[in-house]
């Protein structure tokens, strides 16, 4: 890690639920149902659909996957692919039109405080509520905790981030990658089983981009959250990834797991990294999938 990363982020103890790392994708690893039985995350067969005036629209296809604490697992796809469709839906905010997903053992039904989502967008971050105010607001809207108790891990958070000298302040006086690292505070600050990220550093610059993913890496070091995170970045999948799940352009369907462990920041321009990417390209649009319909009448 960077230099530049570890001096943002500074040390602080962890928090008593900060997930322990498990052994990911490799060879030797337990059979299929043993490794599917210790998934924290499962998405079994999962089809996703809107509505248009015209029709009924099918965003993904029996999209099946397992994510194990402590992984940094990878949704990449082009847009359209149904990609951020299948986060929300794994956050609780759109039900499948078929097939289970489960985390801890329980289906998934609706969303709570174990999912939490990091969205692309930087007004996700209420204005008038202060920097310390933000990310104390979950804690208490879910009674996480108590007024006292939410402030100091507010204030913990945003020290780890490091934005503590700006508690006080207004979103409208953060720059962009500010306001997204109140955005990993709050989610970090409510503990979740799952920390979800839908191209949360889309909208950055490029410098701001890397400086972004070399903080979020630096943190996952520390205290090994399971992450699930969503790009349409090859480059950027296979430096935040331990593992990347490729959808198929519309409807989304699954091509590929890549284990990209091997990979980081620094590994960008090598012939190893540019192979894989490469490789992902033609896994992710040659030999387009047959007899599946993006949308049909209602």
């Not at 082009?78 to 609780?92: E, N």
């Not at 989502?117 to 979950?138: A, C, G, H, S």
């Not at 091997?262 to 040659?286: C, E, K, M, N, Y």
Request: one cysteine or more; a positive charge; hydrophobic letters at 45%.
């Amino acid at each position: 890690m960077t230099a530049a990363a570890t001096a943002t982020l500074r040390a602080a103890p962890a928090p008593a639920r900060a997930a322990a790392p498990l052994p990911r994708s490799q060879p030797g690893r337990p059979a299929a149902d043993t490794a599917s039985a210790a998934a924290l995350l499962q998405v079994q067969g999962v089809s996703l659909e809107y509505r248009t005036p015209e029709h009924v629209v099918r965003a993904t296809h029996q999209v099946s996957f397992d994510v194990h604490q402590a992984e940094r697992f990878v949704l990449l796809g082009p847009s359209g692919c149904g990609k951020s469709t299948l986060l929300k839906a794994i956050a609780g905010f759109i039900p499948p039109a078929e097939g289970e997903i489960h985390l801890d053992g329980r289906r998934v039904q609706g969303p709570g405080p174990d999912r939490i989502v990091v969205f692309q967008e930087f007004d996700q971050l209420p204005p008038w509520k202060t920097v310390k105010q933000n990310v104390m607001f979950p804690l208490l809207a879910s009674r996480t905790l108590g007024r006292r108790e939410a402030e100091e891990r507010a204030l913990h958070w945003l020290d780890r981030v490091g934005l503590s000298r700006f508690a006080d302040v207004h979103p409208h006086q953060l720059s962009g990658g500010m306001k997204q690292r109140v955005a990993i505070a709050r989610a970090l600050a409510m503990q979740p089983r799952v920390l979800l990220m839908d191209e949360p550093f889309a909208a950055l610059d490029a410098l701001t981009r890397r400086r972004m993913q070399e903080e979020l890496l630096a943190l996952w070091e520390e205290l090994r959250f399971t992450l699930l995170f969503v790009t349409h970045s090859i480059e950027e999948a296979l430096v935040v990834g331990s593992r990347i799940a490729l959808l198929s352009p519309h409807p989304g369907r699954m091509r590929a797991e890549i284990n990209s462990h091997g990979f980081d920041l620094a590994s960008q321009g090598s012939p190893a990294f540019q192979a894989t990417a490469q490789r992902i390209h033609h896994l992710l649009f040659d030999a387009p999938p047959h007899g599946v319909h993006g949308d049909h009448p209602q």
